[in-house]
């Protein structure tokens, strides 16, 4: 006759594996449905890139390139979109000339709405940058002949707004090579800019 005391007692399934992996699943699938969504959103949104162009521009002060003087420009920013509005945060802005920082300084964040255009006015310290001798010498002819061919950048964070969804972004617009006048000029002719968004 058996003892019941040499019977091992019953062992006990942890669960704790199978429970960490369905919740895995569960989050996993939430992911992809969520991505999902996002990218038929995206698809039937099919949101435009921002057209940034410049409408006016000049450099005032009595002498560029010796810190007493300012790069004023007017920055139009257009959203075609017609379901996509956009924020826009801190954004660096920046006159070269040849390749050289001349100027530089920030807008203040705004905010554009879906189908608009909004100008921001820039003005743009002078930065204490040396210019080789032989673009010195170009600079001081073209300024003596009343314009510079600058290059204007704008880089900044924003964030896209579609829906309920948001999507971070950070988007670059260059302007130029283009003559800017030393002294407000009614002439002026508004200048393109290339924009890039990048991921």
Not at 164 to 171: G, Q, Y
């Amino acid at each position: 006759m058996s003892n019941s005391k040499d019977t091992p007692p019953p062992t006990v399934q942890r669960r704790q594996p199978h429970v960490t992996r369905c919740v895995a699943i569960v989050v996993l699938v939430l992911i992809l449905l969520t991505l999902f969504v996002i990218a038929v959103i995206w698809l039937a949104v099919q949101p435009k890139k921002l057209i940034f162009s410049i409408e006016h521009s000049s450099i005032t002060g009595n002498n560029a390139t010796a810190g007493n003087s300012t790069f004023h420009c007017l920055l139009r920013s257009r959203n075609p979109n017609k379901r996509v509005s956009f924020q826009f945060k801190r954004i660096e802005v920046e006159a070269t000339y040849r390749g050289t920082k001349l100027f530089n300084g920030s807008v203040a964040p705004f905010r554009q709405p879906v189908r608009n255009v909004t100008e921001v006015e820039v003005d743009l310290p002078e930065v204490r940058a040396a210019l080789q001798a032989k673009e010195a010498d170009q600079f001081k002819a073209e300024r003596a002949a009343g314009v510079a061919k600058m290059e204007v950048k704008a880089t900044g964070k924003m964030n896209m707004k579609i829906g309920v969804f948001k999507v971070h972004r950070t988007v670059t617009a260059a302007c130029g090579p283009y003559d800017v006048p030393f002294k407000e000029s009614e002439g002026f002719r508004w200048v393109d800019c290339h924009t890039d968004i990048s991921y």
